[in-house]
């Protein structure tokens, strides 16, 4: 599966990558609006696992441009808050939305789950 994650943190988006590279995956990477939205006009993915809060925009915004590229993109929104109302954002725009710390193992099987 090609996953991209959006992270602006760079330790925790090499963590990320580490372990989804771990387990098969082909993951790339950006740090922003700009870098990703820049990949996933480049080359298609299965999935995306986004951070709310980026540097240069918002993971919810991130998504609803992402998915005019590829709409069949599965989206994961991360945020290091939990907050109800990012959540039924997060929903309403086709995403799931996790708090961190993440569960990888959930995280595998959201992303894979319709896939087997």
Known sequence: MKILVVEDDSSSARVYADILEYWGHAVSSAGSVSEALALVAARPFDSALVDVVLPDGDGFS???????????????????????????????????????????????????????
């Open 62 to 116: 991130l998504v609803e441009r992402m998915r005019e590229v590829q709409p069949v993109l599965r989206c994961l929104i991360v945020s290091a808050v939990f907050d109800p109302e990012a959540q039924r954002k997060a929903q309403a725009i086709g995403a799931d939305f996790r708090p961190k710390p993440l569960d990888f193992r959930e995280i595998e099987e959201l992303f894979t789950a319709g896939t087997r």
